[in-house]
């Protein structure tokens, strides 16, 4: 059974906006979520997280344009991207960490940024 399934994505021109949702399976608090980001070429590494819906945690670069959010009645995850640069293109991927160490990654989801 597919544990996590991505939604949103695509293309769009630098300084614009996207939305990527996901929906996580047995969506518990006391997990980790967040979302990671793979360029190519590049290892993949992450965006965003968030500890048993407590504080979020944002890589740097994306701090002031990304905004994290969950909808635990839908069991949803949202990332919401603005003032998109070219260098944010990549794979996004949802991740759930659960209590007892196991983790859950999605397919991965395209971004492409253009100038």
Not at 21 to 43: E, I
Not at 65 to 90: C, I, Q
Request: charge should be positive.
């Amino acid at each position: 059974q597919e544990q996590i399934l991505e939604y949103g994505g695509g293309s769009v021109q630098a300084g614009g906006s996207l939305t990527l949702r996901c929906v996580v399976n047995d969506f518990s608090r006391f997990s980790v979520m967040g979302w990671w980001k793979q360029a190519p070429g590049d290892r993949r590494e992450e965006v965003v997280s968030q500890a048993n819906l407590g504080a979020l945690k944002y890589a740097d670069s994306v701090k002031g344009r990304f905004f994290f959010s969950t909808d635990p009645p839908n069991s949803m995850l949202r990332l919401r991207m603005t003032d998109l640069k070219t260098e944010d293109t990549g794979v996004y991927y949802c991740r759930r960490t659960r209590q007892n160490g196991w983790d859950d990654w999605g397919r991965g989801i395209q971004v492409t940024v253009s100038s």
